[in-house]
Antibody, heavy 120, light 108 residues
Framework: EVQLVESGGGLVQPGRSLRLSCAAS????????MHWVRQAPGKGLEWVSS????????GYADSVKGRFTISRDNAKNSLHLQMNSLRAEDTALYYC?????????????WGQGTLVTVSS | SYVLTQPPSVSVAPGQTARITCGGN??????VHWYQQKPGQAPVLVVY???DRPSGIPERFSGSNSGNTATLTITRVEAGDEADYYC???????????FGGGTKLTVL
C-alpha cells in the first residue's frame, strides 16, 4: 500500500524558513517523480514543485522560484521542501504526491498534507 | 501562462448525470487528469490521460477531451460523489503543472 506522510509544518514568522519532509513507503521510491502541491485555506490546488527520480530535472512554480528548494533522498525514501523567505501568501496545506516515471505523468497518490502558517 | 477554466459549481439530482468542464486553449492536444477532493481529505485521482480510470474508481466516472474543452462525466450520481473536482495538465511551453480552479459538485 502506497503511503505518503508529510511533516514539518507549523507556525512561522514572515521571512523565516521551514523544511517540509515526506516519508514514502509501499513503492519503489527511486523509480518515480515526486511533487509538492499546496492548498490555501478555502482555495484550490496550486502546484509548487516537482523532481524526477534522479533529481536530474526540477521545476518550480513562479510564485516560489528562488525561495523554495525541492530535494529527495532515495536511500531514505524521503522528499523534502526547503522553504525560505516565507510570506503570508505561502500559508497553506502542503501535499506530497507521487508521480510517474516521468515528470509529466499524473499524480496517482497523495499524502494527507502538513499545514504551514506564516504569520507574525 | 496556460490557464484552465472550470465552472465554480455544478448541481445535479441523485441518479442523474453530472458533467464538469475544463476549458483551455487547444486542451485537446494535452493529457488531462481529474482529481476528486472531499471535505477534509486529500485529492484522489479519478481519471487520467483524458479518459482512463485508476483501479478502484467506478465506471460511472469517465472523461473526454477535444478542442478547447475537457469533460469529466459522472453517471448515476450518488450523494457520496459530492466533492470538489480539479482538472490538471502539463504545460510544456512553461514546464509547469497547471490546475483548474476547481468545481464544487453538489448532489441535490
Amino acid at each position: 500500500e502506497v503511503q505518503l506522510v508529510e511533516s514539518g509544518g507549523g507556525l512561522v514568522q514572515p521571512g523565516r524558513s521551514l523544511r517540509l519532509s515526506c516519508a514514502a513507503s509501499g513503492f519503489t521510491f527511486d523509480d518515480y517523480a515526486m511533487h509538492w502541491v499546496r492548498q490555501a485555506p478555502g482555495k484550490g490546488l496550486e502546484w509548487v514543485s516537482s523532481i524526477t527520480w534522479n533529481s536530474g530535472s526540477i521545476g518550480y512554480a513562479d510564485s516560489v522560484k528562488g525561495r523554495f528548494t525541492i530535494s529527495r533522498d532515495n536511500a531514505k525514501n524521503s522528499l523534502h521542501l526547503q522553504m525560505n523567505s516565507l510570506r503570508a501568501e505561502d500559508t497553506a496545506l502542503y501535499y506530497c504526491a507521487k508521480g510517474r516515471d516521468i515528470l509529466t505523468g499524473r499524480f496517482d497518490y497523495w499524502g494527507q498534507g502538513t499545514l504551514v502558517t506564516v504569520s507574525s | 501562462s496556460y490557464v484552465l477554466t472550470q465552472p465554480p459549481s455544478v448541481s445535479v439530482a441523485p441518479g442523474q448525470t453530472a458533467r464538469i468542464t475544463c476549458g483551455g486553449n487547444n486542451i485537446g492536444s494535452k493529457s488531462v487528469h481529474w482529481y476528486q477532493q472531499k471535505p477534509g481529505q486529500a485529492p484522489v485521482l479519478v481519471v487520467y490521460d483524458d479518459s482512463d480510470r485508476p483501479s478502484g474508481i467506478p465506471e460511472r466516472f469517465s472523461g473526454s477531451n477535444s478542442g478547447n474543452t475537457a469533460t469529466l462525466t459522472i453517471t448515476r450520481v450518488e450523494a457520496g460523489d459530492e466533492a470538489d473536482y480539479y482538472c490538471q495538465v502539463w504545460d510544456s511551453s512553461s514546464d509547469h503543472w497547471v490546475f483548474g480552479g476547481g468545481t464544487k459538485l453538489t448532489v441535490l
